[in-house]
């Protein structure tokens, strides 16, 4: 049997692993946390550092194959897996260049990926010499996630609130819609690509208010998006699923943003929506087996269950009971504990009328809610 390890085990790879019992693969995880949702998903957990040399090339080199579910790992172990005859997917190379915003986007630039204008700052001193170019987003190069390690920079006032760590300055964009478009890559060069969805911020946390599929684009901005997001996992040259994140502007232009070379927040709805799941999909890349149809099966809505503002300590599913329609799906990640902004599950609802998108969003999110026994004032998201 293909012997296959994950690097984290956080809800991604929880998910991934729920789909693996469709497969002939003895699943590994390495993870430095022991409580971590994917651990009872899995046929072998070991607990330890994802970014530590020794541990990841210990933990790799009796797989036939090992693939990531953060990107924040030793790339340098995989390097060295990949030279002696494992299988990483994605390619490290890639993972290396993803992995730091910095490199993400002279990547961009050097191929001819449209994205937005950024200079490269050092310290927070620097931004200071480019008070021209602002309204612009500040982004940390290594470890940012979710929104955190961004800071949108307006005036020289905003200038405190810039990184005094490698960043790159972007320009701001009139954003219109954020999209999606997730593509895999099989070891053959096959591709497939889902249908893009249209992923909705909220503003003040920004964290993903709800993702909607299809996304509610023309039918031309969406075969550009498509072609430009397809243009760029080409140039990987690499196997793997790969979220594209891209902007379109109030002019219809069209912006990469950012990508995650595994599966994604983004894509969750796959599960109930899709023709296959993004995680099904993942495995059919690693098992070299034959990628699956990816058109919608029914429109939908997600929305995240994120720990709701005060509440800190055991977590608790509060509403999921209420819910006895047969087009909603709840997925609780197994998370023990709660705190304001944390991920601890996802809605899908299905057949929904795009036009109420909004309106269907909020009543999920206000029906289904992640509490504890315990509110403390602990004010806003942490
Ligand atoms: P993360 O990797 O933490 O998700 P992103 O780079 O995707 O960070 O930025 C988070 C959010 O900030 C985006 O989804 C978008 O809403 C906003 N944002 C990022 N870059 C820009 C930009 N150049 N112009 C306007 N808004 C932006």
Redesign the pocket.
């Known amino acids: 049997m293909t012997k296959v390890g994950i690097l984290g085990g956080g809800q991604l790879g929880r998910m991934l692993l729920e789909s693996a019992a469709k497969f002939k693969v003895e699943t590994y995880v390495l993870e430095n946390q022991e409580n971590s949702p994917a651990r009872q998903f899995c046929d072998h957990f070991l607990l330890g550092d994802i970014k530590d040399y020794d541990t990841v090339y210990a933990f790799g080199k009796k797989l036939d194959c090992i693939t990531i579910e953060i990107e924040q790992v030793c790339v340098e172990a995989l390097e060295k897996l990949e030279e002696e005859g494992v299988t990483v997917i994605p390619k490290p190379s890639v993972l290396k260049m993803i992995s730091n915003?910095i490199s993400q986007k002279e990547y961009y630039q050097q191929h001819f990926i449209p994205t937005?204008d950024?200079y490269i700052t050092h310290t927070r001193e620097e931004l200071n010499t480019l008070i021209d170019f602002l309204?612009?987003?500040h982004?940390v190069g290594l470890g940012?996630?979710?929104?955190?390690?961004?800071e949108?920079l307006y005036d020289i006032n905003d200038i405190q609130k810039g990184f005094d760590t490698p960043a790159v300055l972007?320009?701001?964009?009139?954003?219109k819609h954020?999209i999606a478009v997730q593509i895999a890559v099989d070891q053959a060069k096959n591709i497939a690509i889902f249908p893009p969805v249209e992923?909705v911020?909220d503003?003040t946390l920004?964290?993903?208010d709800f993702q909607i599929c299809p996304a509610r684009l023309s039918p031309s901005v969406q075969k550009k998006a498509i072609e430009i997001a397809t243009k760029l996992v080409n140039s990987f040259q690499s196997p793997g699923l790969f979220a594209v994140?891209l902007?379109i502007d109030q002019s219809a232009k069209i912006?990469v943003?950012?990508t995650?070379p595994r599966v994604h927040n983004s894509g969750h709805h796959s599960i109930e929506a899709i023709a296959t799941s993004q995680f099904e999909m993942l495995w059919q890349i690693l098992l070299q087996e034959p990628l699956g149809p990816t058109h919608v099966l029914k429109p939908s809505i997600m929305v995240n269950i994120i720990g709701a503002p005060n509440y800190l300590g055991t977590a608790k599913l509060e509403g999921a009971d209420l819910i006895s329609d047969q087009d909603t799906f709840i997925h609780w990640y197994g998370k023990e504990t709660t705190r304001p902004g944390r991920k601890m599950g996802h809605v899908t609802r299905l057949s929904i009328n795009p036009e109420r998108a909004t309106e269907t969003a909020h009543l999920l999110k206000n029906s289904i809610r992640c509490l504890s026994d315990t509110k403390e004032n602990k004010g806003s998201f942490v």
Do not use: H, Q, S
């Not at 940012?144 to 961004?150: E, I, N, R, S, T």
């Not at 972007?170 to 954003?175: L, N, S, V, W």
């Open positions: 915003k937005p950024f309204p612009a987003v982004k940012g996630y979710d929104g955190k390690g961004v949108l972007e320009k701001m964009t009139e954003i954020e992923m911020f503003p920004n964290l993903l994140e902007f912006w943003n950012e995650a």
